[in-house]
């Protein structure tokens, strides 16, 4: 394996996080780069929040959004060498609302249509993979719009609502991303086999054994005040998107 230039790494990272941060592209960043053992960068730049100027430091926490899909991943394939699960489970096993689900096409003027039955099964592999149809696609992003305050209010009520959905396309024959829909059906699976909290079942299998104490999927009160803005870009511009109270996304 070949070595990183320790000297060229600083330079060329300094460099780019600071036109970044220059051409408002980001507000700021925490970056560590470690190899073989060694620590070859770490620095912070920039404001966590540019409403209150607070500066990023080694201490401020970031959202990482839908990298919790690998980590999903991770918890998945844990029960499954358990024999907890299978990956070729039917989703309907754990959901049974699951069953004769329908396709959805999305027709003129964005209106969702009946497209028939779908004639296979979702599995636990689908939702890994992305190819289940669940909230995928143009028809998924007319589907999450639909959704009400209740809708998302709990895990239960998403997946309830997920369940009434037609799907995007007929499971395993289309690679679609699904931005949470899946993932959070594929959560309260986890939930049932592992008989446990999703957050509690992340701490005590995975953050606590690499030693990620400070990564959590709900933040302590402690927490929320070094919890950076979340960044979004809108026409061109970077600005601080606005987040439902509470919030982790």
Not at 117 to 130: E, P, Q
Not at 185 to 195: C, H, Q, R, S, Y
Request: proline fraction near 4%; glycine fraction near 8%.
């Amino acid at each position: 394996m070949r070595l990183l230039d320790k000297d060229k790494l600083e330079i060329t990272l300094n460099d780019r996080i600071l036109t970044d941060i220059a051409e408002n592209n980001i507000f700021g960043a925490a970056v560590y780069v470690g190899q073989a053992g060694k620590t070859l960068y770490r620095n912070s730049m920039g404001v966590a929040d540019p409403a209150t100027g607070a500066p990023v430091t080694e201490k401020t926490l970031f959202r990482i959004a839908s990298m919790t899909k690998p980590i999903t991943a991770v918890a998945t394939m844990i029960l499954t060498e358990r024999g907890k699960l299978s990956l070729d489970d039917p989703i309907e096993r754990y959901y049974p609302q699951f069953k004769n689900m329908k396709i959805a096409e999305v027709g003129e003027g964005d209106v969702l249509r009946d497209a028939g039955n779908a004639k296979t099964k979702i599995t636990i592999r689908n939702i890994l993979s992305h190819t289940s149809g669940i909230g995928s696609g143009r028809a998924g992003a007319l589907q999450i719009a639909a959704m009400t305050t209740e809708d998302m209010d709990t895990l239960g009520n998403t997946i309830d609502f997920f369940s009434r959905q037609g799907l995007s396309f007929e499971p395993g024959t289309k690679q679609e991303y699904s931005g949470f829909p899946a993932y959070d059906v594929l959560t309260g699976i986890l939930e049932k086999t592992a008989d446990e909290d999703y957050g509690s079942f992340l701490y005590r299998e995975i953050f606590s054994r690499c030693n990620m104490e400070d990564t959590t999927f709900v933040p302590a009160q402690s927490q929320w005040g070094r919890l950076a803005a979340m960044h979004d870009r809108i026409s061109g511009k970077s600005c601080v998107s606005s987040m439902h109270p509470g919030c982790v996304f």
